[in-house]
């Protein structure tokens, strides 16, 4: 769905929307969506301020990664409120650094006529998703040496010690 600003200048634009798994893309290959997205909310063009919009509302979805300790598939359900606020971005050079200030560290930049919802959704989910996607808390990983997951086979291999003869620099 498209928040176009010229429509937005007009009324504010609500959506409530629903994506089948597959339909918004997600560019780690190891992440999907594991059932629909439903999203709802509000964008509007915020007045005298050049071309602000301010999108809030709330999505909700259940997501699937590989752990990243065993490799099994991990459930991540994704419940959450946003409340965004995306600047025109200013035309210049490109590549060149530009200085932001304390406000606009919170704030996203947009080009261009508006905003795709799914680009938006895609960001808040990939936002509250942990840095590290595991199973669950215990979960033992992967055997160094057979390769066989631990949470399902105690396979009794023993991890061999590093050969030590540099461990008199290690006390220096």
Known sequence: MFLSVRE??????RFDQTFPPGEIQFLETKLWQAGPLSASGVAELLPNTGGEIRIAGRLAV??????????????FPVNVDFDLFYKPAKSGPEG??????AGESEVDFYKGEGLELEDVLREQILLTLPMQRICRMDCKGICPVCGQNRNLVECGCQVKTPDDRWAALRNL
């Open 96 to 101: 060149q650094e530009v200085a932001l200030d």
């Open 8 to 13: 937005m200048e007009l009324r504010k634009l």
């Open 62 to 75: 259940r997501m699937e990664a590989e752990c990243d300790r065993c490799l099994d598939v991990a459930q």
